[in-house]
C-alpha cells in the first residue's frame, strides 16, 4: 500500500482529488486492505465527495471485495438509484460467500429497479444456482441470458456449463458447450471434470484429445483430472504415463494416483508411489492422501508402514482432523493385523458424536469375527442416542443372531428404514444365515424395490440352506424382471445346485453361462462346478474337469476335492488333492499333516515319513489341532 501511505501524507498539505481518491479505492479492493479503506472512505466525506454516485458506487464496490457486507449495505442503501455496477458488487458478494437466497433477491430486486442484468451479473448468479443445485433457476437465468444477449459470453457460458454438469445435466452441459465462439481452459477443463464425475469416463478422455488438437496446453487441473478418469477406469497405469508429464504435481496430483493404484488392489505399488513422494519432498501428505495409503497398507502384510504413517499424521496434521478423516482406515488396518489395544487406542481418539466412527469399528469387530464386541458396541451407540445410519445397519446385521437380528428389523422400522435397499438386502442375508429362508423371502417379496445384490442375496440364501431348486426358479424370475444376473448371481446358483445335489442343472446354468449371457466363467465358478461334482460323489469326473479347465486351478478347486474325498472315502483322490494343495501351498503346515495322513490310509507309510520329514526340513511346525495319527485309518 506504498500508493496509499503517499496519498496520506500528501492529504496533510493539501485535498486529493476525486482521481487519486478512486485509485486508493481500487488498490484496496485488490488487496482487500479493509482498514485503509475505511480511512479513504473519510478522506471522501472530507473532502466532500460522499454525495457522488460514481464515487459511493466504488465505495460498495471496496467494501463488498473486503467482505464487509454491513459497510457495503449502508453505502448501498444511501444510494437514490444504484446501476449496474453497485448491483454487480453485491451480487459477487453474496454468490462468493455462498448466499445463493440472498443473491436471487438482490438480482430479482434489481430487475424490478429496470436495471438489466449483462455478462458481469449473470455469471454470478448462475453460480448462486450451482451451490443449490438447482437446475431449475439455473435454465431460467439462461433463458434471461437469451433476451438479455448475453448467451454468448464466455465467462457466463463457463458459469453455465459448470452449473449444469453438478447439476447432474452433462447433455445440457455440452450443448453449452458446443454452441460457444470462443472457449478458454476453463471451458475444456469444466465439461472434461463433468466427465469425469458423472461417470462418462470414455468421453472425458476423448475431450482431452479434442483439446490438445484444438491447440490448448494442459495445466495441472486438466492433468489431475484426465488422471483422475484414467484411474476410475482401472487403467492405474495410463493415469501414470499422464503423471510423469506433469512438470510440479500436487498433492492431488500424487493422490489421484496413489489412491486409483489402491483401489485396483496394487497396494505395493500405492506404497512405492507414496514413498517416492515423501523421499522428493516437494509437497506434504494431506489427509486425503493420508487415508487412501493407510488402505493399502492393511493389504501389504509384514508391513509396520502403517503404523509409520498413523505416527506421522499426529505429527503432522491436527489430531482432530487426522482421526475425523483416517480414523476409520486406522481401525480396519489394525483388525487386519489382530491388533485389538491399537484398535481401542484409535476409537478412542475418534469423534463418539459421529455415526462414522461407531461404525467403522463394528465393522472392524465384525470382520475380526468378534460378534458379541460388534453387537455390545452397536447396543452402547444406541445408549448414546447416536442415530444409526444405512452403513451402520448393513454392517451389523451380518453378526447377528436371529433374536438380536429381529431387534435390529424392528430398528429399522421405527426410524424409518423401510425403503432403503442395502439395508434390506442384509435383512435378507441375516435371515437366510439363520435358516429362516421363509421369513428373508417374505423381506424380499415385500421390498419396494430391488437391485442385483438383493436377488444375489435371496438366491445365495435358498443355496446355503438346501432350496437348490427354489434358486433356480428365482434365477428364471430374475431373468423375467429384466434384472442381469451377474458374476455373483452364478456362483449364488451352482452353489445352491451343489448344497441340494442338483449335478445336471448345475452343469446346464455353467454352459449357459458364456452361451446364453456372455460370462466368461472365472476362478470361482469353475470351482462351483468341481464342487458340485465332488459333492455328488464323481470324483472322476470332477478331476476330468480340472484337467480341462482353461486356467490354474487354485486350493478352492482342490480343497473341494479333498473334502469331498473323505466325505466318500476315497483315498486315491484325496491323495491327489492333498499332493497339489501342498504345491500351491509350499508353507502351509496343514497340507502336509493333510497329505501325511492321507499316505497312512493309502498304506503308503513311506510316503508319509518322507512328507514328514520334507515338512521338517523347511522348519514347519505342525498346528495345533491337528494329528500325524487319524482315526480309523
Known sequence: MALFKTFLIESQLKSL??????????????????QQGKQTHQQIIINGFHHDSFMATKLVQMYADCNNIIYAHQVFDE????????????????????????????????????????????????????????????????????????????????????????????????????????????????????????GFLALAVELFGFMRREGFEPDIVTWNTV?????????????????????????????????????????????????????????????????????SCRHVEGSNYGRELHAHGIKTVNSTAFYKSAGPALLVMYATRRRIQEM?????????????????????????????SALTYFREMQILRIQSDQTTLSTVLPVC??????QVHAHIWRNGF?????????????????????????????????????????IGGFGMNGFGQAALDLLQEMRHSGICPNSLTFTSVLSACSHSGLVDEGLQIFHKMSREFGFEPKTEHFACVVDLLARAGQLDDA?????????????????????????????????????????????????YVTLSNMYVRAGRWEDAVRVRKQMDSINLVKPSGYSFIENGK
Not at 21 to 28: K, V, W, Y
Not at 348 to 372: E, F, P, Q, R
Not at 434 to 444: D, H, K, Q
Request: charged share 20%; aromatic share 10%.
Open 17 to 34: 482529488s476525486s482521481l487519486e481518491l478512486n485509485q486508493i479505492l481500487q488498490h484496496c479492493s485488490k488487496s482487500k486492505a479493509l
Open 79 to 198: 444510494l437514490s438509484q444504484p446501476n449496474i455496477f453497485s448491483w454487480t458488487a453485491m451480487l459477487a458478494f453474496y454468490s462468493r460467500n455462498g448466499m445463493a437466497n440472498e443473491c436471487f433477491t438482490y438480482y430479482n430486486e434489481m430487475k424490478m429497479n429496470r436495471v438489466y442484468p449483462d455478462e458481469y451479473v449473470l455469471p454470478n448468479v448462475v453460480r448462486a444456482c450451482t451451490k443449490l443445485l438447482c437446475v431449475e433457476t439455473g435454465l431460467q437465468i439462461h433463458k434471461e441470458a437469451v433476451v438479455f444477449g448475453v448467451d454468448l459470453n464466455l465467462q457466463f457460458c463457463n458459469s453455465l456449463i459448470d452449473m449444469y454438469s453438478k447439476c447432474g445435466d452433462v447433455v445440457s452441459a455440452r450443448r453449452v458447450f458446443d454452441a460457444m465462439v470462443e472457449r478458454d481452459l476453463l471451458s475444456w477443463n469444466s465439461l472434461i471434470s463433468a466427465y469425469v464425475s458423472s
Open 227 to 295: 488422471m483422475d478418469a484414467y484411474c476410475r477406469m482401472g487403467q492405474c497405469d495410463e493415469a501414470s504415463n499422464v503423471f510423469r508429464r506433469i512438470k510440479e504435481p500436487n498433492i492431488i496430483s500424487w493422490t489421484t494416483l496413489i489412491s486409483g493404484y489402491s483401489r485396483i488392489g496394487k497396494h505395493e505399488v500405492t506404497l512405492s508411489i507414496f514413498r517416492e513422494m515423501m523421499s522428493i519432498g516437494k509437497v506434504c501428505a494431506d489427509l486425503d492422501c493420508l487415508s487412501s495409503v493407510l488402505v
Open 344 to 372: 481401542g487406542n484409535v476409537f478412542n481418539c475418534m469423534d463418539k458424536s459421529d455415526v462414522v466412527t461407531w461404525t467403522a469399528m463394528i465393522h472392524s469387530l465384525a470382520h475380526l469375527g468378534m460378534a458379541h
Open 401 to 406: 443372531d436371529l433374536k438380536t437380528g429381529k
Open 418 to 458: 423401510t425403503s432403503v435397499i442395502a439395508v434390506y438386502n442384509a435383512l435378507i442375508h441375516m435371515y437366510s444365515k439363520n435358516g429362516c429362508n421363509t421369513i428373508a423371502y417374505s423381506v424380499f417379496v415385500n421390498m419396494e424395490g430391488r437391485d442385483i445384490v438383493s436377488w444375489n442375496a435371496m
Open 543 to 591: 478331476v476330468e474337469f480340472i484337467n480341462r479347465m482353461p486356467i490354474k486351478s487354485d486350493k478352492c478347486v482342490w480343497g473341494a476335492v479333498l473334502s469331498a474325498s473323505r466325505a466318500h472315502q476315497n483315498v486315491t483322490t484325496g491323495v491327489l488333492a492333498a499332493e497339489n494343495l501342498v504345491q500351491l501351498e509350499p508353507y502351509n503346515a496343514g497340507n
